[in-house]
């Protein structure tokens, strides 16, 4: 198994796909319904492809990431060949909260005394899709291409 299995909560979700799925190996939701009684070997496999198919095909579409603590706030542009981190941290001294919503704009009233913005650009490890997954898996979330540009924005208008 390359990613990890749906949850009862994701496959839900799911449900209209997985039918789908189902219906194109040649099986009904009734069979699917007995393989899953049975704690079958069979049914533990489709559901293993099933699942690494759609986190292969959620990855795929992932183009930007965030990652968002107490005194930093990161976004990613997953690009195919390389990743790019742009980043802000916070100075300690400073009771600061990223993960507050109007944090942002909180920034732009200290006029960035302090503040350190960072850039990096890597080639991925592994895979695309196996790093997007260990990122989303780490506590990161799916963003936006305004959001990376907005703070790519910041990071030039303030660069230190």
């Not at 299995?5 to 040649?26: C, I």
């Not at 930093?72 to 802000?88: H, K, N, R, V, W």
Request: hydrophobic share 35%; net charge negative.
């Amino acid at each position: 198994m390359k990613y990890r299995y749906l949850t009862y909560q994701e496959l839900t979700v799911m449900n209209e796909d997985f039918s789908d799925f189902l219906y194109a190996e040649g099986f009904s939701g009734y069979d699917w319904k007995v393989l899953q009684d049975q704690h079958s070997e069979q049914a533990l496999n489709m559901l293993s492809r099933y699942s690494d198919e759609t986190f292969e095909k959620v990855m795929q579409s992932v183009k930007y990431l965030e990652y968002r603590s107490s005194d930093q706030l990161i976004a990613f542009e997953c690009l195919e060949e390389d990743i790019t981190a742009i980043g802000i941290k916070a100075p300690q001294q400073l009771q600061f909260d990223f993960t507050q919503i109007q944090s942002l704009s909180l920034v732009e009233q200290n006029f960035w005394s302090g503040f350190k913005c960072f850039k990096e650009v890597r080639p991925y490890i592994k895979n695309r899709e196996d790093e997007v997954f260990q990122l989303i898996e780490a506590g990161h979330f799916v963003s936006s291409q305004e959001n990376y540009r907005y703070l790519e924005n910041l990071r030039l208008l303030n660069q230190n």
